[in-house]
């Protein structure tokens, strides 16, 4: 079970470049709430996408659930255990490649499997992952030989060989050209419907998530809050053109970011 259940959590910071200050000023000017009482619940294997207007809080609400942040109030559970910290079953791909620039593709991924002793299963493993990503053939280039998208797919094997419990994902279509992004995306839901973990995905971009996703949550502007938690009930492949649904859904939430229509 990949369950998780987020529960009345919010999230303050406290404006550190107010550094100069008499000791008896009131902190509580300084106060920057982020996240407002968020109450979510994702099922096992499910893709949720989450978008909202920039400096909104979806990255933090990410770090809080995978143990790298912690509320200022709530809770987070996965499979009903409370959130205290980083764990080895919940990864990261982060919006900018992680990869050590020192590690060949291969090397890279081998990190995530380091504990087996087993040298045949290790390598079936990492041999697996790297050939999902459509990166067979170069398993001993060092990042700086690989395009934007080869680095993305990279970053994404190296994360599925340690074959954690949920996936987090962090804008992990930023930076890419257009056909790029399009094969990207398309590999993001072949690898979902492979692995049936839970994974959850910041994008800001509407298409996005209505394309790959399974559930799409909206957050406000700061301090957030969920302004739509809905399930897309939609068959992949989707097509804006041929689903007037799904049509009907992208110029509803594009509206509820502020924007007229969808362009």
């Not at 030989?145 to 804008?171: C, F, H, K, T, Y």
């Not at 989707?238 to 007037?244: H, M, Q, S, Y």
């Amino acid at each position: 079970m990949n369950s998780v259940l987020i529960k009345n959590v919010s999230k303050a910071f406290i404006d550190r470049r107010q550094t100069r200050r008499d000791i008896n000023d009131d902190l509580s000017n300084n106060i920057i709430p982020v996240l407002e009482n968020i109450s979510l619940e994702f099922k096992d294997g499910e893709m949720i996408c989450i978008l909202g207007p920039s400096g909104c809080g979806k990255t933090t609400l990410l770090r809080i659930i995978a143990g790298f942040d912690v509320p200022t109030s709530g809770n987070v559970f996965i499979d009903d255990k409370a959130v205290t910290g980083p764990s080895s079953d919940n990864i990261f791909v982060f919006q900018h490649s992680g990869l050590f620039p020192w590690m060949t593709v291969w090397q890279n991924a081998e990190l995530g499997v380091r504990h087996m002793t087993d040298p045949n299963a290790k390598n079936k493993i990492i041999r697996e992952y790297i050939e999902m990503v459509e990166l067979g053939g170069f398993e001993n280039h060092y990042p700086y030989q690989l395009s934007g998208g080869m680095l993305r797919r990279a970053e994404l094997a190296r994360a599925l060989a340690v074959n954690p419990e949920i996936l987090i994902m962090d804008e992990p279509f930023s930076g890419l050209d257009f056909l790029t992004h399009i094969k990207m995306r398309e590999e993001v839901v072949n690898m979902h419907e492979y692995i049936g973990k839970t994974v959850l995905v910041v994008t800001h971009d509407i298409d996005d998530a209505l394309i790959i996703g399974d559930r799409i949550v909206v957050m406000s502007s700061r301090p957030s809050h969920v302004e739509l938690d809905q399930v897309l009930d939609f068959p992949h492949p989707r097509n804006f053109g041929k689903d007037p649904g799904l049509r009907e859904l992208r110029d509803e939430i594009y509206l509820m970011l502020g924007v007229s229509h969808a362009v």
